[in-house]
């Protein structure tokens, strides 16, 4: 267990990533998070108003259990196969760190004094940020939409 909760070094993941991806194209599959995008709007019925999206979503299932298996690996290594580790940095870089202001350089896994600005429990930020971002979202997803509808295939 200390070997999978230990830190690994970044060619071990980078090379599993490249495998991975080595296989997929070998198999002919496009890989993708953004794909996955393109697979819930289809599912969701929007090939009705939008000829891209017009495809069979069924044959991306594999896709869409690999963006699940990547959300829920990712909840569980963080919350059960992590001991909270600290990275561990030189001295001068956190002595350099605390005359910026960051206190926490070394003593913590992320620098509280930037994302303890960003407390979703203030629910003014949340609703009015998530407002800014529907609108912004439902707005470029219309347009797209609207255009969509008068491309020339």
Known sequence: MELIMGPWPWYVGGGIVALVMIALILLGRSFGFSSNFRNIC?????????????????????????????????????HFLSNNQVPQISAAT???????????????????????????KK?????????????????RWWMYIRTCNFRVE
């Open 42 to 78: 289809s599912a969701l019925g929007a090939g009705n108003t939008c000829s891209f999206f017009d495809f069979d979503w069924r044959k991306q299932k594999w896709n869409l259990l690999f963006l699940v298996g990547a959300v829920i690996g990712g909840f569980l290594s963080a």
């Open 123 to 139: 629910y003014n930020t949340v609703i009015s940020r998530g407002a800014f971002d529907w609108f912004w979202y439902t707005l």
């Open 94 to 120: 956190i002595a350099k760190l605390n005359e910026l202001g960051f206190e926490s350089a070394g003593k913590e896994y992320v620098p509280s004094e930037i994302f303890k600005t960003m407390n979703l």
